[in-house]
């Protein structure tokens, strides 16, 4: 049996490689997908066509091969063309996950934003609030809570994910339970792996169902 | 008489579909005008391209001395003012809905501020007296910090007839403002706006309600198809005219 004194502080700190890819990941994947969400209700389609194929790359091909793209892509991109940056593992890996939860969220909060009656906007113009206004004071309160069930889900999803991570070396926690497993022959440090992730996501289930019940002040 | 609202020629097609074919009436400040007539008849378009929620195709609508066309474009289409003239025009009218379209979190107070605060520049407490003054004159003094959905229909449309008056609107205008609403709670709605005649304030009301539409008003329109049947005093328009389509109209609700 795996010595769980010496397993612990080993996991524990790829665990925190996971959970820094996660907050990463969510912070820039939430405005971006608000942005790509806005794009793509562009009434121009210069601008919706290439924003959809985005969102159907996204969303139609595995992430653990964006990640690879992202990374191989733009070393090969900067190395043999001089253009373009490349990226070490580990921000390959957040911007890999930022754009690729970017296309999800845009479509949560697309949904969410076309939710709101006409009505509402009608009423925010007859007022004279500008578009801005319109958009941030009314129409984006209401659709944060239309959208908290269906981005809790991504963001549930996205700490398991997480763990896509090793196909690029980046040692977050599944890829260090992993060397842990061979090195005690044994699968109890997969276990181990299993409930950290299980009580993060446990953790984060409490927060959203508090979110929505804050959010239920009104109907 | 200084005409407050001017609309002339005033036309408006959805495709093939001719919804408003030569509209032209005027109403003078401190005026309430009925607009009645069967559904479909335009009533509901026609408040909508005088408070340009939707564009009209052609003709003129003068608010308050301001002109909403200012001439025609390449197409033959009519020709809008520049934004600030519209964003004037645009403030100085008001709109009820027939579906309320308050905000649905925001208190009713904050329904009735967010507007002067944000629109006019009004100070925060300012904006949050008048709100409250406003309220207690729709007889909603208890209820500033209730959310809409815990409001009644009534108490819905009150609040959003408060959040128009908020802005201080050289005209209010109605639309179907108790259509959505139960039949026991369209007397206190009809009672505010009642009020408000009283005190001059100019309006245009859509309506099914015929005797309200009577009562109120000074003036009395009755559309179909399109195009304005007939206009005149409520006496004219309910008692005195022999037009067919207007009886025809009426009776229908009298036996209703």
């Not at chain 1, 925190?16 to 009434?43: D, E, N, Q, R, Y």
Request: glycine share 8%; with cysteine.
């Amino acid at each position: 049996m795996a010595d769980l004194a010496n397993l612990l502080p080993i996991l524990w700190g790829g665990f925190c490689t996971t959970l820094a890819i996660f907050g990463l990941t969510l912070l820039f994947s939430i405005p971006l997908g608000l942005l790509v969400a806005v794009l793509k209700m562009s009434k121009y389609r210069v601008v919706r066509y290439p924003v959809s194929f985005y969102i159907s790359v996204m969303r139609g091909t595995p992430l653990l091969l964006q990640i690879v793209a992202i990374y191989f892509g733009s070393y090969y991109l900067s190395e043999y063309s001089g253009i373009g940056l490349s990226f070490d593992r580990f921000p390959a890996v957040v911007a890999a996950f930022s754009i690729n939860y970017a296309a999800y969220f845009a479509e949560i909060f697309r949904g969410g934003i076309q939710a709101i009656p006409k009505g509402q906007y009608e009423a925010a113009s007859m007022l004279g609030l500008t578009k801005g206004q319109t958009f941030f004071r009314i129409i984006l309160p209401q659709v944060v809570k239309q959208v908290v069930p269906a981005s809790a889900n991504e963001v549930i999803t996205l700490v398991k994910d997480t763990s896509l991570a090793q196909v690029i070396a980046v040692t977050e926690l599944f890829s260090l339970a992993k060397k842990q497993q061979a090195a005690y022959a044994s699968i109890y440090p997969l276990f181990v792996a299993g409930v950290f992730y299980y009580v993060a996501n446990l953790l984060l289930s409490c927060f959203f169902a508090y979110i929505e019940k804050k959010l239920n002040y009104y109907k | 008489m200084n005409a407050v609202l001017k609309v002339e020629h005033l036309k408006k097609s959805f495709g093939e579909n001719h919804v408003l074919k030569d509209i032209s009436f005027d109403l003078n400040q401190g005026e309430v005008l009925s607009i009645i007539g069967p559904s479909g008849s335009g009533k509901s378009t026609l408040l909508r391209c005088i408070t340009q929620l939707e564009t009209m195709d052609a003709g003129a609508v003068c608010v308050n001395g301001k002109n909403m066309i200012v001439g025609l474009d390449k197409k033959g289409n009519a020709k809008y003012a520049p934004p600030n003239v519209l964003r004037e025009i645009r403030l100085s009218t008001g709109l009820v809905f027939q579906n309320f379209n308050l905000f649905p979190h925001l208190t009713v107070l904050q329904n009735l501020t967010i507007a002067p605060i944000r629109v006019l520049g009004m100070d925060r407490e300012e904006a949050r007296k008048r709100g409250r003054e406003l309220l207690e004159q729709m007889g909603l003094a208890s209820k500033e910090k209730a959310y809409p959905c815990e409001l009644s229909g009534g108490q819905q449309q009150r609040v959003s007839i408060a959040r128009a008056l908020a802005m201080k609107p050289e005209i209010l205008f109605f639309d179907e403002p108790t259509s959505a609403l139960d039949p026991e709670l369209t007397g206190e709605v009809l009672k505010i706006i009642k009020g408000l005649a009283d005190k001059k304030m100019t309006m245009v009301i859509v309506t099914h309600e015929m005797a309200f539409a009577r009562d109120v008003a000074n003036k009395v329109i009755f559309m179909d198809q399109g195009v304005i049947v007939e206009q005149g005093s409520p006496d004219f328009v309910f008692n005195q005219s022999g037009n067919e389509r207007l009886a025809s109209f009426l009776s229908r609700f009298s036996q209703g």
